[in-house]
């Protein structure tokens, strides 16, 4: 299967050691069902952050261009009762090689993934929130 990207991805986004985003996640949302807002990378939401990240050497890119998806629904309310900004709600992805590659991007241990959604893919169509975390 030939994956095409968005056209603004950097030439080498998503990496060489990207493999095919297949199986079962979970990516924190805002609303239920699942709308294309809750899949928008933090490089499209919040271009300023995004630069400030890059140019502290934080993040590149294409890292930033990616979706957070965890392979541990505990490691997603985790993050999500840490930082509610992200969303109260907890959704479940189960992704076939179509969907774009992954590469593991732990964080303190956890089960983080950076998703780089191949150009026209619909996440909605296969998300299913599995948990609400209403404070």
């Given at each position: 299967m030939v994956l095409r990207w968005p056209a603004d991805f950097p030439e080498d986004c998503p990496p060489d050691?990207?493999?095919p985003a297949i199986g079962v996640y979970y990516r924190i949302v805002k609303t239920d069902p699942?709308?294309?807002?809750?899949?928008?990378?933090?490089?499209?939401?919040?271009?300023?952050?995004?630069?400030?990240m890059m140019r502290r050497g934080l993040e590149t890119q294409c890292t930033l261009m990616?979706?957070?998806v965890y392979a541990d629904a505990n490691d997603a309310i985790w993050n999500a009762r840490r930082y509610h900004s992200l969303g109260d709600k907890i959704a479940l992805l189960?992704?076939?090689?179509?969907?774009?590659?992954?590469?593991?991007?732990?964080?303190?241990?956890?089960?983080?993934?950076?998703?780089?959604?191949?150009?026209?893919?619909?996440?909605?169509a296969i998300a299913t929130v599995?948990?609400?975390?209403?404070?």
């Open positions: 050691e990207a493999y699942p709308e294309p807002g809750d899949f928008v990378s933090i490089y499209y939401l919040n271009r300023r952050r995004a630069n400030d990616g979706l957070s189960t992704l076939g090689a179509d969907a774009g590659k992954m590469l593991p991007t732990p964080r303190d241990g956890n089960s983080h993934h950076t998703l780089w959604q191949a150009d026209g893919y619909n996440p909605v599995v948990m609400n975390l209403r404070r």
